[in-house]
């Protein structure tokens, strides 16, 4: 049984765009393992050490500022970190090692696609954001325009990225700590929610970026490690590494060039512009740039996320071909010797996670396997924030108190956030443990680049844009995204059990359609528009440019 | 802000060329990642066999050098971005903060 768990798990990795890569690693029905005290030990000092640092932090997290955005007071280079332990999660370390490790190349492929949103969010987004915004990207979307139906949409949005993603990664803490620390899947799910409650309740944005510099430190450090150890192996001649990969893999020299992956060019586009520009709609990505004292900083904290995020992506290519060599063939690490390579125990997956045993033994082992789970700490953190803050900030504060909230209240609104989105994160990830939860990281993404990124970029570069026209045009752009998840081969054959070849929709992500959708939608529901508001957004748009392109009036740095 | 700081820097030079180096600058660079990655995409889309051509006498293929260099070359895009804003629009902005007030 097992043993068909895992040919169904590989089948389904290599068939599919494995669009749960982006997030929420899709470990399939993994096996309860013996209980691993050394990683246990390992995660228990990190959780201590980032508790510590909850501790210090809730004795500064008074003020809104504070909570939301670490009081601007985070360096380019700190940001850049955290930015990138925001952005490297679970899945990227151990879906793209186990996609490298399963077909080669087209893992190689897949970063790139990662990679390639962070220049654009750099030329379009990172600069104003910081100079429009205070404390979520609806600050900015909705800076010209009528309050309540852009910070509506922009919470939405928000919100249903928020929990697609927390879903996808919940489910993978749950399937990776049943594996790595031999605990049972509830447990961990619960572990997971109890702790990002925690850090967000108390510490807030200062706890949170800490908590995501230190695990980026740590996957850096310990993804480093295990390349080296792999190179060193073989002279650091990746042409010896390579070589020996195409002597012991199945696919041989195929391993080396591009395979299956990109077969369909219309395909491999649309899944192209959703990871590019979903990027630049991510909440909680998009908050971190407020946690920065200027534009230049927020510029540069870019600079250096992309820098750590692509050398990480070099890593993990590295640590794919690794394992190939040294775990694919070792019988410790297989259910079935005869079935070298496919039978690896717990899936693709965790070809990383046995590579750390076989170049470091027990010890290295429990260290990565802490990373892991410390990995997704971070990630469920900055969503949990990102999501408490659209309800406080954009629909308690702005929407029903009318910018008036009091800010002791408004605090305690996102405080009580926090805590229900953590329960109802538990709940979720132990409601669909037994689903097939990879469609949901590609729904995130195709929503941010179809409706957040749409309103985001027309409000800020086309005066022309108004109230109505973003917000009819930012929910067609969510609808036609949904609409393009639901009808595709992913969730119409693969979830809910239709015939192949059904799907009304044969893309894997609908971002060439919605995408468009958005853009046309907002385009001519605004050149349509005659209201008096209307007028009036169209009038606002001289300040919010002189603002946008100088910072001057932006919200700086608050005092410590 | 009031509508008057807008027309005071509005009627700054430094300000017109401010928007228009930066928003050359970045139109030219985004170009260039839409070329770089879509161009990476579509070749392999229609022309899969041409990245596994072997360079060298081992395993080598054109396509691990290619996938490296455009991992590396998306990192030297922002780096020339945020290079030049350092330089020069950090400068330019200061200016027009300066003379505004």
Redesign the interface.
């Known amino acids: 049984m097992s043993r068909l768990k895992t040919l169904l798990t590989t089948a389904f990795l290599s068939a599919l765009p494995t669009l749960a890569l982006a997030a929420g690693p899709d470990a399939g029905q993994t096996q309860q393992q013996a209980t691993n005290w050394t990683a246990i030990g390992m995660f228990v000092a990190f959780v201590l050490f980032t508790l510590g640092i909850t501790y210090w932090a809730a004795k500064q997290s008074r003020s809104a500022a504070q909570f939301y955005t670490a009081g601007g007071g985070i360096t380019g280079f700190q940001n850049g970190l955290a930015i990138a332990g925001d952005y490297m999660s679970a899945a990227s370390f151990l879906g793209i090692s186990g996609l490298v490790y399963m077909s080669g ?1 087209d893992g ?2 897949y ?3 990662f ?2 949103g ?3 969010v ?3 987004i990172a600069e104003p954001l910081r100079n429009l915004g205070k404390f979520t990207f609806a600050d900015v979307a909705s800076f010209r325009f009528g309050q309540t139906p852009i910070r509506v949409l922009a919470a939405i949005g928000t919100l249903v990225v928020v929990a697609f993603y927390l879903i996808a990664q919940m489910v993978g803490a749950g399937q990776l700590i049943k594996v790595l620390f031999g605990l049972p899947y509830n447990y961990a799910v619960v572990v997971v929610g109890v702790l990002m409650i925690v850090y967000v309740t108390f510490g807030g944005m200062v706890a949170t970026t800490w908590v995501q510099i230190i695990k980026a430190v740590l996957l850096l450090s310990g993804a480093t490690f295990m390349s080296v150890m792999v190179l060193a192996h073989y002279g650091f001649s ?2 010896a590494l ?2 020996e990969a ?1 002597k012991i893999h199945p696919k041989h ?1 195929a391993i ?4 299956g992956l ?4 219309i395909s ?2 649309s899944l ?1 512009l959703a990871l ?1 520009f979903g990027t630049a709609g991510l909440p909680h990505i998009l908050m971190r740039f407020f946690t920065v004292k200027d534009a ?1 900083a927020a ?2 904290s ?2 250096y996320a ?2 750590f995020i ?1 050398y990480f ?2 890593l993990t290519f590295i640590i794919g071909f690794g394992a190939i060599v040294l775990v694919s063939a070792n019988p410790d690490y297989l259910t079935d010797a005869t079935k070298p390579l496919l039978s690896i125990r717990g899936g693709s997956n965790m070809a990383a996670i046995h590579l750390a045993d076989a170049v470091g033994g027990e010890a290295f082992l429990g260290f990565i396997s802490a990373v892991a789970f410390a990995t997704i700490l971070a990630v469920v953190s900055g969503l949990t924030l990102s999501g408490a803050s659209a309800i406080s900030h954009d629909i308690y504060a702005t929407v029903m108190k009318g910018g008036k909230a009091n800010e002791a209240d408004e605090i305690r609104v996102s405080k009580m956030s926090t805590v229900v989105l953590g329960i109802i994160a538990v709940a979720l990830g132990i409601a669909f443990e037994k689903q097939n939860v990879a469609f949901m990281v590609g729904l995130a993404f195709a929503i941010a680049a179809s409706a957040n990124f749409p309103v985001l970029l027309m409000s800020l570069k086309w005066k022309g844009c108004t109230t109505r026209g973003a917000v009819i045009g930012g929910f067609l752009g969510l609808a036609a995204a949904t609409f393009g998840v639901i009808f595709s081969p992913s969730v119409w054959e693969a979830v809910m059990g239709n015939p192949k070849g059904s799907a009304l929709i044969q893309l894997s992500n609908p971002a060439i359609f919605s995408m468009p959708i958005a853009f046309i939608g907002i385009w001519i529901f605004s050149l349509l528009d005659g209201s008096a508001r209307a007028q009036a957004d169209k009038d606002g748009y ?2 919010q440019y ?2 946008s ?5 932006a919200a700086g740095a608050s005092a410590h | 802000m009031s509508s008057d700081i807008a027309k005071k820097v509005r009627a700054n030079p430094k300000f017109a060329e401010l928007v228009s180096t930066r928003n050359s600058l970045g139109m030219k660079l985004t170009i260039a990642t839409l070329v770089l990655y879509y161009g990476f995409i579509l070749l392999i889309a229609f022309d899969p066999k041409l990245l596994g051509t072997k360079i060298g006498a081992g395993v080598m293929t054109l396509g691990m050098p290619v996938g490296l260099v455009v991992i590396i070359l998306s990192f030297v895009i922002v780096g020339i971005y945020v290079k030049k804003a350092n330089a020069s629009f950090d400068q330019l902005t200061k200016q027009i903060v300066e003379e505004t007030k």
């Open positions: 190349y190689l492929i970063s790139v696609g990679l390639v962070w220049p654009i750099t030329f379009m990746p042409e390579f070589a195409v020299e080396m060039s591009p395979g990109v077969s369909n060019p491999a586009v192209g590019m230049q510029r540069k870019v600079f992309t820098g692509g992506y070099i001289e300040d002189i603002r392109e100088t910072g001057i009036g």
